[in-house]
């Protein structure tokens, strides 16, 4: 089975309005992390946002928000008030365990913010 | 944060060569991570770095096809060997920023095997 699931190989969003970007998991661990990461054209991975199994509320960073529901096993990204610069794909990864396990990405999606 | 340099940036290469491909961290890092982005693809791990022991490979990763040496907690490097069209990607170093952190990556080797 899959680890990360990411169903939407790609999606538009006007210039200044949210979007999700959805993510689904599998893991057995209690403990586990979430992280969503940024590739823009020119490659470079760019971490964006950390959602931890044990952390209560939803993490922020920015116009970065992790919509975290645990009994669905789901992790979706909300980028708010989108912008021209967040065309770029989106990868949704997961580390099961404590520390310093290996992290999996799902297969991404591709964002294109129109003006 | 950590901040990864990785070379070559890019590289062409004929089939049956081998390249090594070098990882610079400038910090000490516990951590490091090789991995694999096929062209439209996502990023596959090839084997964690370990530092003063062997790499840890993953299921369809052998050394002998991508030995890893970590010789301390700031580099690491990873060869491609006896190249096919097929390794053509692009290939990812990161470390780990701490206990449970995430992970930093460098820019990136982006090969092309003919």
């Known amino acids: 089975a899959q680890k990360i699931t990411q169903t939407q190989p790609g999606m538009f969003v006007q210039e200044k309005e949210a979007v999700t970007l959805d993510c689904t998991y599998d893991t057995s661990d209690q403990s586990y992390g979430l992280f969503w990461y940024k590739q823009p054209s020119s490659g470079e991975m760019i971490f964006l946002i950390y959602?931890?199994?044990?952390?209560?509320q939803n993490a922020t960073e920015g116009r970065y928000s992790l919509n975290f529901q645990k009994a669905r096993k789901s992790a979706n990204l909300v980028i708010s008030a989108s912008q021209l610069g967040d065309s770029a794909m989106y990868f949704c990864?997961?580390?099961?365990?404590?520390?310093?396990?290996?992290?999996?990405f799902g297969i991404g999606t591709k964002l294109q913010v129109i003006p | 944060s950590a901040v990864i340099s990785q070379k070559p940036s890019r590289d062409i290469c004929q089939r049956g060569t081998s390249l090594t491909i070098q990882c610079q961290v400038d910090?000490?890092?516990?951590?490091m991570f090789w991995y694999r982005q096929q062209p439209g693809q996502s990023l596959t791990l090839i084997a964690t770095?370990?530092?003063?022991?062997?790499?840890?490979?993953e299921s369809g990763f052998v050394i002998d096809k991508f030995p890893i040496s970590r010789p301390n907690l700031t580099f690491s490097t990873l060869t491609v060997s006896n190249m096919s069209p097929e390794d053509s990607s692009i290939y990812l170093c990161?470390?780990?920023?701490?206990?449970?952190?995430?992970?930093?990556f460098g820019e990136g080797s982006r090969l092309t095997v003919l």
């Open positions: 959602q931890g199994s044990y952390d209560e």
């Open positions: 990161s470390a780990q920023s701490g206990y449970g952190g995430e992970l930093f």
């Open positions: 910090s000490q890092v516990t951590m």
């Open positions: 990864a997961m580390r099961e365990g404590e520390g310093y396990q290996k992290v999996t």
């Open positions: 770095a370990n530092q003063g022991s062997e790499a840890t490979y």
